[in-house]
C-alpha cells in the first residue's frame, strides 16, 4: 500500500467503542470518536491495539486495505459474526478515506 493510500485510508479510521451487539441500540455520540492516521499509527503499535474493520467490499479489500484488517461491508454488519463478543475491544472501521 502506497503512504498517501495509507494516509488516505487512516485519516478516515472512525474508532467505535460498541457497547452492545452489531445494531442492538443506536449509537450515541459519546461511543465513538474519529482519529487521525498519527494516532492510529501509535494505538497499533501499543500493548493493546484495536481490532480494524473495512467497512467496504470485499473487491475494495482485496485491492487495498491495511495489514491485519478484517472485511465486513457495512450492508452485512449487523449479521457479521466477525465482529469480536468482547464489549471492551475498541474497534477501527475504516474505508478508502477522502478523495
Not at 31 to 36: A, F, M, Q, V
Not at 88 to 97: E, H, M, R, S
Request: hydrophobic share 40%; proline share 8%; net charge positive.
Amino acid at each position: 500500500m502506497t503512504s498517501r493510500l495509507t494516509r488516505g485510508v487512516l485519516a478516515a479510521a472512525l474508532v467505535l467503542l460498541l457497547s452492545g451487539a452489531p445494531g442492538s441500540q443506536a449509537l450515541a455520540a459519546e461511543n465513538y470518536k474519529l482519529i487521525g492516521t498519527e494516532e492510529l499509527k501509535t494505538w497499533m503499535k501499543s500493548s493493546a491495539p484495536p481490532r480494524l474493520i473495512y467497512s467496504l467490499s470485499f473487491v475494495e479489500f482485496e485491492e487495498q486495505r491495511i495489514p491485519g484488517s478484517i472485511c465486513i461491508p457495512m450492508e452485512l454488519m449487523a449479521k457479521s459474526t466477525d465482529l469480536p463478543r468482547s464489549k471492551d475491544q475498541p474497534l477501527v472501521f475504516y474505508c478508502k478515506g477522502p478523495g
